[in-house]
């Protein structure tokens, strides 16, 4: 177990790094996985409170990965730049964000489904 209140799955190594900073900035402990792969063992290791999923990802879909997280008690979140295109139903199971977003508007939706960051240990 790491400890992380969330797990950010991206591809994309720019938006991977801007949700990372953002996130840990405002004193979240996140876990990163650029693949699907890499998110499965993270997800079999870890509860976490919120699953942020990019949709498109290059070895599989995101969606699948907020499903899994969402059956395990995860919050979810999947954030796509195909807002359009996504599969009928996604809406209803997971909350979702448009690519770009602005940081303050990914803390806010952040905040109003986990709350504040855990106060760390030290």
């Known amino acids: 177990m790491t400890g992380a209140e969330i797990l950010s799955i991206e591809d994309e190594a720019t938006s991977r790094v801007i949700l990372e900073t953002v996130l840990t900035g405002a004193g979240y402990c996140v876990d990163i996985a650029a693949t699907v792969s890499a998110a499965h063992s993270r997800l079999q290791a870890t509860r976490y409170a919120l699953v942020i999923a990019d949709w498109l990802l290059p070895d599989g879909d995101g969606i699948f990965l907020a499903d899994r997280a969402a059956a395990q008690g995860s919050q979810t979140l999947v954030v ?26 990914l803390l806010a939706l ?8 855990a106060s760390q240990p030290w």
């Open 80 to 105: 796509t730049g195909h807002l359009s295109d996504l599969p009928a139903g996604t809406a209803s199971r997971h909350h979702i964000l448009m690519k770009p977003t602005k940081p303050e508007a």
């Open 110 to 117: 952040v905040r109003a489904l986990i709350g504040e960051p």
